[in-house]
């Protein structure tokens, strides 16, 4: 069991737009910023997006995220079939003496 | 251009200890958080411990905690992480992950991955 809860699968159609959802707590979300990671099969995991809604340089701007509250999103527009991998979200948890946690992943099928 | 390199991985009977190394270049190592994060087969990411750029900040996940112990030797560009008591479902590829001046989980390069498979 995840403390940042992700759907396990979402899909879209190419050039569709899909969002990916990512929920937690005060402690974590509610309190620290949000990444996002991209995984094709058999790689490490990529960033997305860190501190919230912020692009790394060589990610496409059809990757977005947002923050509100307890919760996080991550918006992929004019969907590609590259883009068909797995996503996970991660954040600092404050509770205890602090550790990080990550979302139990996403995996994005483009039909 | 950053580079992250793992080593240290490998079959362990359950009981047993090893020691994992990320060898890292291209950035001022000592100015970063480091992370490590495993991925067991088939399964999501997990956060498994975190320190700070000078050491002097450790943080573990509840799941290896008293059994693994990450440290760097910034003279050496270099994370490590000991497992000691390994577990069957330690069993996992590990991967070093460089973060943002302190911990606060924004990993923006990782390394390629150890396997440590803990099996009899």
């Known amino acids: 069991q995840s403390v940042l809860t992700q759907p396990p699968s979402a899909s879209g159609a190419p050039g569709q737009r899909v969002t990916i959802s990512c929920s937690g707590s005060?402690?974590?979300?509610?309190?620290?910023?949000v990444s996002w990671y991209q995984q094709l099969p058999g790689t490490a995991p990529k960033l997305l997006i860190y501190r919230n809604n912020q692009r790394p340089s060589g990610v496409p701007d059809r990757f977005s995220g947002s923050k509100s509250g307890t919760s996080a999103s991550l918006v992929i527009s004019g969907l590609r079939s590259e883009d068909e991998a797995d996503y996970y979200c991660a954040a600092w948890d404050d509770s205890l003496s602090g550790r990080g946690v990550f979302g139990g992943g996403t995996k994005l099928t483009v039909l | 251009e950053v580079q992250l390199l793992e080593s240290g991985g490998g079959l362990v009977q359950p009981g047993g200890s090893l020691r994992l190394s990320c060898t890292a270049s291209?950035?001022?190592?000592?100015?970063?958080?480091m992370s490590w994060v495993r991925q067991a087969p088939g399964k999501g990411l997990e956060w498994v411990s975190s320190?700070?750029?000078?050491?002097?900040?450790?943080y573990y996940a509840d799941s290896v905690k008293g059994r693994f112990t990450i440290s760097r030797d910034n003279s050496k560009n270099t994370l490590y992480l000991q497992m000691n008591s390994l577990r069957v479902e330690d069993t996992a590829v590990y991967y070093c992950a460089k973060d943002d001046a302190v911990v606060i989980i924004e990993f923006d390069y990782w390394g390629q991955g150890t396997l440590v498979t803990v099996s009899s």
């Open positions: 005060s402690s974590n979300i509610g309190n620290n910023y």
């Open positions: 291209g950035f001022i190592f000592s100015n970063y958080a």
């Open positions: 320190i700070s750029g000078s050491g002097g900040s450790t």
